[in-house]
């Protein structure tokens, strides 16, 4: 571990932040210190490397859905100023992206040998553990569950798995045990016998304890160092400032197939990097970690608007606009209570604790993807600052020009979201094929305002999944979406009283408007 820290203490002697090469991080309770990482290499990877010994995390799906490989990722947020955890899939996390962490897996927190941790016994317990595949990754959302909260309701817990799917149980005894650490928790009046081993001893079960970095390595949390680590024909590189951000994406960009910018690695991470049968891949060799860059992970409150970092997560986000909700007046709130209430069926715990504000915009504006982000900034009105070493502009959400139309170098900086109006409505809808972490098939936002006579003076309507390039073969990513706006629509309901025959007259406009994306039918007919 000395060479890690001795890097950090020269960068910091010299006042020159020179890249280095190796990757310190904890594992359960442990400093690991590792040469030359791959950047190919995910943390579930490493975990199951015999050595390791950490297999007890299970690999199920890869691509970030199933929630068995969750782990707890501790780490030093900038913008908070404070170390957090969060559940994330150790399938997508990068080995390459674990410097200044630490990372707590199902074999950290407990065993039969060593004594279990009470959110193991209680699963176990009570019948919440069949194949057991999923089991570790249920216990490590519970468990950080519990280390970030001092009291937790029984809706708090249940909607805290999202990602996490079990096969066998029906989820029933798993969420009936995890409800017995909430604080309004009341047993059934006929709770069924479980019978436990006669010889198992529950004086064995530790009680409840926060884990905390030490002392000495939180100061290596708060200080990240720049990383450049070239392996196997692959190129991992965290810059820790803006400037060093511009000249690498310069130098090596633009984002495309080889260069690719990342903080969670939701985004291409799901992708195989060779096609196994004949699916897409992505297989980038520049890979640039934004996620140490304290100027993009900023969030300002203001009196007019919130301005949010590009490098904040979906989760932190979540958590500024309930902040925001609470301390601002009633009448500012509408569109953020909108936008909370959107983002909250947008993937799942795992990868909004990781995916960025950014990155999601990112994919909706240049790769087609339907995305119910830039959906919902868009109904709120929205604009984009985009920074470069040529200077600043800004752009409305839905203006936001493609990654080959800006100036070498630049990146989505932050993003200015406005308070509503008095008098003024949103609400959202999101068809898809299951309630949670799932892709939308077709999204829509909608604003209106009111004057004193109930008359329209303000409207936005907005869709996405509507219109599409339907040539499969023009791209990679499947169907290429973009979201409209229903602008005539909008133009006749301006100035009319807002009653049921403006509604059906609106919808009949809507309709026809719409039409005109109706999309192709083949030989097979219009269900093709």
């Known amino acids: 571990n000395a060479p890690a820290f001795e890097d950090l203490f020269l960068n910091t002697l010299n006042e020159k932040l020179t890249p280095k090469s190796q990757v310190t991080f904890m594992l359960d309770g442990n400093r690991v210190t590792l040469d030359n990482v791959s950047p190919q290499t995910r943390l579930i990877d490493y975990l199951h490397r015999p050595d390791v010994a950490k297999a007890g995390t299970k690999l199920v799906c890869g691509q970030g859905g199933c929630g068995a490989c969750t782990v707890m990722l501790t780490s030093y947020d900038p913008g908070q100023n404070k170390v957090v955890n969060k559940a994330i899939n150790a399938c997508l996390r990068p080995l390459a ?4 962490t630490m990372v707590t897996t199902t074999q950290g927190i407990g065993s039969v040998k060593s004594g279990l941790d009470e959110v193991q016994y209680k699963l176990a317990a009570n019948n919440g553990s069949q ?13 950080t569950l519990r280390q970030n909260n001092q009291q937790l309701s029984q809706q708090q817990i249940v909607d805290n798995f999202d990602g996490n799917i079990c096969r066998c149980t ?7 045990a995890f409800k017995q650490f909430a604080d309004d928790y009341e047993p059934p009046a006929d709770a069924p016998e479980i ?4 010889d198992f001893d529950p004086s064995s079960v530790k009680p409840f304890t926060r884990i905390f970095p030490p002392s000495d390595y939180i100061d290596y949390m708060m200080q990240p160092q720049p990383l450049l680590i070239s392996a196997d024909g692959y190129t991992y590189e965290r810059p820790v400032s803006l400037e060093a951000l511009y000249k690498t994406k310069a130098l090596n960009g633009p984002i495309g197939e080889s260069f690719r910018l990342l903080s969670g690695n939701t985004s291409i991470g799901i992708y195989e990097t060779q096609p196994i049968y004949a699916e897409t891949a992505l297989n980038p060799n520049y890979l640039v970690d934004v996620s140490a860059i304290a100027e993009l992970q900023q969030v300002d409150i203001g009196s007019n608007g919130m301005v949010l970092g590009g490098g904040i997560t979906l989760t932190r986000m979540l958590d500024v606009l309930t902040q925001a909700i609470k301390q601002l007046d009633t009448e500012k709130t509408a569109g953020l209570i909108a936008l909370r209430e959107h983002l909250q069926v947008v993937a799942n715990l795992q990868v909004r604790n990781e995916a960025t504000l950014a990155g999601n915009v990112f994919i909706g504006t240049n790769l087609g993807f339907l995305s119910d982000v830039v959906l919902m900034l868009a109904t709120l009105g929205a604009t984009v600052t985009v920074t470069s070493p040529k200077g600043t502009q800004t752009h409305d959400i839905l203006t936001l020009p493609k990654e080959n139309e800006l100036p070498p170098g630049a990146i989505y900086h932050s993003f200015n979201i406005p308070y509503s109006q008095p008098d003024t409505y949103f609400d959202s809808y999101k068809i898809r094929r299951r309630n949670e972490d799932c892709h939308a098939l077709v999204n829509a936002g909608f604003m209106v305002q009111f004057d004193d006579n109930n008359t329209v003076n303000n409207c936005r309507i907005i869709y996405n999944g509507i219109k599409a390039n339907y040539q499969l073969e023009s791209t990679k990513y499947g169907i290429q979406f973009e979201p409209v706006t229903a602008n005539k629509t909008c133009d006749f309901l301006l100035g009319k009283c807002w009653n049921q025959d403006t509604l059906h007259e609106a919808l009949a406009c809507l309709a026809q408007e719409m039409a005109v994306y109706e999309p192709p039918s083949g030989e097979a007919g219009q269900y093709e």
């Open 195 to 198: 019978k436990i081993d006669p």
């Open 97 to 100: 992206g674990l410097d200044g």
């Open 170 to 176: 029906g989820y029933r005894p798993i969420l009936e």
């Open 131 to 143: 194949c057991g595949y999923c089991s570790p990754g249920f216990t490590m959302n519970m468990y």
